[in-house]
């Protein structure tokens, strides 16, 4: 039975879950734009790193406990540190054989070869993992309710969603630490702005490359594995759909603008979750894409781009 606070209850816990949902798609997006703003292209495989990621977490997690790791939190650290490290393996391998072999051709070589890397990937784990849904287990259960009127109205959250709100402030503060204030986030920024001065002020700009290649897919990763704790299952397919929206989200933040990366992705994630639940599930995805033409029309360098200028 429906009450007068019903919608905005409903208001609510689609807001909730669009933050939710913008968080993951602000972490996989953060890999576009790093990639575009150091090299001026787009990894099409990032998608299937974030993936790979969900079978590597799962499967680590499964061998952990098989070597006698009772404690979760500890089982979860080792899986989480080595599910990064070997993404991150997997995003230098990418950069090596898709990228630096064709980073003096045409725009057009490079993107072909990430198209053809991620169908390479997608099928690798398609005949290595199969194409039926993989099942991951409930480890933290519980539910944050906050009533309103009544007990039988009320928001609420998963501890595995908060955990997922968490990480992502997590992981955005130690990327802007890493960005603004370290000597690798300088290359970078060298690098971005001009590869060959970079190149002349002595920044090995190849090995730059490859370590932003890296940290997109750890970035990445860390979505996978927060997706996996929280809808508890996966397949070969996920990769494209999450990197279809995450570069989206990318290009309605502002491409090349780690900030817009993730702010693409919590507008996206909040339109899709509001329509879903307040219009119709169908059509919001349709909703979604046509807010993005609606922002590129009037704006067409994203919420937080700027305009390329023109080196002379």
């Not at 974030?50 to 009772?70: C, E, K, P, R, T």
């Not at 009533?147 to 990480?167: E, H, L, R």
Request: hydrophobic share 55%.
């Amino acid at each position: 039975m429906f009450t007068i606070g019903d919608p905005l209850i409903i208001l609510a816990q689609q807001l909730i879950n669009g933050l939710i949902l913008g968080s993951i798609y602000g972490l996989i997006a953060i890999g576009y734009t790093m990639v575009y703003g150091i090299i001026g292209m787009i990894n099409f495989a990032h998608g299937e790193i974030y993936m790979i990621s969900s079978y590597l977490f799962a499967i680590f997690l499964a061998l952990v406990g098989l070597f006698g790791v009772s404690s979760v939190p500890v089982a979860l650290l080792i899986t989480l540190v080595v599910t990064l490290v070997i993404t991150g393996l997997y995003g230098f391998s990418v950069e090596r054989i898709a990228y630096r072999p064709l980073r003096g051709s045409s725009r057009l070589a490079p993107l072909i070869s990430a198209i053809g890397m991620s169908l390479v990937l997608q099928n690798f784990v398609l005949l290595s993992q199969g194409a039926n849904t993989q099942i991951f287990p409930s480890i933290y259960e519980g539910v944050l309710r906050w009533s309103m009127g009544s007990k039988d109205n009320f928001v609420q959250i998963t501890y595995i969603q908060a955990m997922i709100i968490g990480v992502t402030v997590v992981s955005m503060i130690a990327l802007n630490i890493l960005i603004n204030h370290t000597p690798l986030g300088r290359a970078c920024r060298a690098t971005q702005q001009d590869r060959t001065m970079a190149n002349l002020m002595g920044i090995n700009t190849d090995r730059v490359i490859s370590l932003t290649f890296v940290i997109g897919a750890a970035m990445a990763a860390v979505a996978g594995m927060l997706i996996t704790f929280n809808f508890k299952s996966f397949d070969f397919f996920i990769g494209f759909v999450a990197g279809i929206k995450a570069f989206t989200a990318a290009v309605l933040g502002g491409i090349g603008s780690i900030p817009g990366a993730m702010l693409g992705g919590i507008i996206l994630g909040l339109a899709e979750s509001l329509f879903a639940g307040l219009v119709n599930t169908d059509y919001k995805d349709v909703f979604a894409f046509g807010l993005l033409v609606t922002v590129l029309v009037f704006r067409p360098t994203g919420i937080l781009g700027q305009p390329e200028v023109e080196k002379i």
